[in-house]
């Protein structure tokens, strides 16, 4: 059986891609999409190379749903590392949705990368990594990535959050 969340982002994906269109939101979703709020990420990867991944680490949408739409949608063509999902690619793809748990202020003994995700955060400059990626096996080795991606120098001190997903994938 297909999992709900990432059968939402696939369709909106493809009608985004093929017809440039947003989906309507199918009528017979599980209730918690509609009922609850959350920050999404939507990851897409290609022959097990990412291809793409934008999310939100607090809810902007009406509902997680909308959540999902919107991030499946801006993973495909706005991830400044990669050009737009081609309609020729799009079987190749595979999704993976991450629900987060709201991040809360925590210190780096706080930290597991297996799994917990990280947010890194100094002035207007934030970065964050999800938990349990390949290759990410230490705390000092999650920090560091974060920080890279927030434009921090490694031994810079900042704030660390940290949060939980739900992960949703295809098998």
Known sequence: MLDPYVELARQAITAWVKEGRKIALPKDLPPELLSRRAGAFVSLKKRGM?????GTYLPTEENLAQE????????????????????????????????????????????????????VE??????????????????????RIAKMKAGLSPD????????????????
């Open 122 to 143: 100094k002035g207007w400059r934030r970065g964050l990594l999800l938990p349990d990626l390949p290759g990410v096996d230490t705390v000092a080795e999650q920090l």
């Open 50 to 54: 990412l291809r793409g991944c934008i």
């Open 156 to 171: 810079e001190p900042c704030q660390i959050y940290r949060f939980t997903v739900e992960r949703h994938q295809e098998e």
């Open 68 to 119: 999902i739409v919107e991030n499946a949608i801006r993973s495909a063509t706005e991830d400044p590392r990669f050009p737009p999902v081609r309609p020729d690619e799009l079987g190749q793809l595979s999704l993976t949705v991450d629900v987060l748990s709201p991040p809360k202020p925590c210190t780096e003994e706080d930290l597991d990368p297996k799994q917990y995700g990280v947010i």
